[in-house]
């Protein structure tokens, strides 16, 4: 089956909308099924939703129930490191709100196991997440990889720091915005008011949390804006569960979305959740602007279920198609800017300096750029990103 069906077929296995027909499937395209979904951290939730579906091959439904297994595991060693590096922070003084997975594994879903806590993304602020930063690694916490740039460029030019291990094993992510400053991305990207939503950040069992309205956003902006899809189809099921779980105001909502930015990014990612979750409550009546174009939205689900070793060169060549030479001088460049900040060039000295890595990387884009799903992948992503600017 060619990817872009099998594609649409994972996606609405991994839905509650429509069962697919999954009797043409060969063998080659349950393991494409069961990588992609591994890839993506799915099994545990489509071993929820098909524990009893007879059609799912017995194979791919062990190898399901064991990811489903390990993850119920993983959530308890998760949960606890993520109140002892909370308890940490503050305990120093900090005010860390956590974000994303945190609240939704304990609190949103049915049970933690269906939602994997791969990493914990943990906010400060810029003027205190290097103290926070500095006192974690102090306190056993290991930094990950080398910094690619100086941490004080960091600061002005990302959104968070480089991921740290925790001493239970956990990847976390201290971030000091929640979302990707003006002009770091090639689109436009919604920058939400980070001290209203610390005004309205609920506390549950000792961590604290941004407010439910303020997690929809967040989770929208990232899903679209910041990963132009490439952390694949389970935000999907965080805004069903959420919203399930929570109640929002949607006329407030779209009106801050209209004012914030970011209007028709949330549009196209709840539609996408309404064709792809039963009954979710989410309501369009409210000034929630025209729907996506049907180009956009076809792109999207194939966007979904990117491959994490070709990102790269698709956002590279992404990036070509729609900026042209200055699109490609600015990725060969090797460049992290913002908008109103002085740019700083990463660190290229291990990989033969600027030349070396700018030969190094066109290379890499080439080979992939062979496959034809990753050409159209390319494709994909300028069209969004152009999208994305015409709306803003």
Not at 175 to 190: E, I, K, N, T, V
Not at 260 to 289: K, P, Q, Y
């Amino acid at each position: 089956m060619p990817p872009g069906a099998l594609r649409r077929v994972l996606l609405d296995l991994f839905g509650n909308v429509r069962q697919p027909d999954l009797s043409r499937l060969a063998r080659k395209d349950w393991d494409w099924i069961d990588q992609m979904a591994m890839l993506r951290r799915l099994q545990p939730l489509l071993h929820a939703q098909h524990q009893d579906n007879p059609a799912i091959p017995a194979q791919i439904a062990s190898s399901w129930r064991a990811a489903y297994r390990e993850s119920a595991l993983l959530a308890l060693a998760r949960t606890a490191e993520l109140k002892e590096c909370i308890a940490l922070l503050e305990d120093a003084g900090f005010t860390p709100l956590a974000l994303k997975g945190a609240w939704l594994a304990p609190h949103a879903y049915p049970d933690p196991a269906q939602r994997p806590m791969y990493d914990l993304d943990v906010l400060l602020d810029p003027g205190t997440v290097l103290e926070g930063y500095a006192l974690l690694k102090r306190s056993g916490y290991a930094q990950a990889y080398p910094e690619e740039i100086p941490l004080d460029d960091m600061i002005r030019l990302e959104k968070h720091l480089p991921t740290l291990v925790g001493p239970r094993g956990a990847m976390i992510e201290l971030h000091h915005r929640m979302a990707d400053p003006h002009g770091a991305l090639d689109h436009f990207s919604p920058e939400p008011d980070e001290t209203a939503i610390r005004s309205r950040a609920r506390r549950i069992d000792g961590v604290s949390y941004p407010g439910a309205e303020d997690m929809l956003v967040h989770l929208i902006i990232h899903a679209a804006y910041a990963h132009r899809f490439d952390c694949g189809p389970r935000v999907l099921a965080d805004i069903d569960f959420l919203l399930r779980k929570e109640r929002i105001d949607w006329t407030a909502f779209w009106q801050r979305g209209r004012a914030e930015g970011w209007r028709d990014g949330a549009r196209l990612v709840l539609d996408l959740t309404r064709a792809n979750r039963a009954d979710v409550r989410i309501d369009l009546a409210a000034d929630s602007g025209p729907p996506p174009p049907a180009a956009v939205l076809d792109g999207t689900v194939q966007l979904l279920f990117q491959e994490p070793e070709t990102c790269a060169s698709a956002g590279f060549a992404a990036t070509v198609l729609k900026g042209g030479w200055k699109g490609l001088a600015r990725r060969v460049s090797g460049a992290r800017a913002a908008e109103g900040e002085a740019p700083a060039v990463r660190e290229m000295a291990s990989e033969g300096g600027r030349l070396g890595w700018a030969l190094s990387r066109l290379g890499r884009v080439a080979g992939d750029l062979a496959r034809s799903d990753v050409r159209r992948q390319s494709r994909e992503l300028a069209r969004l990103s152009s999208w994305f600017d015409g709306a803003a």
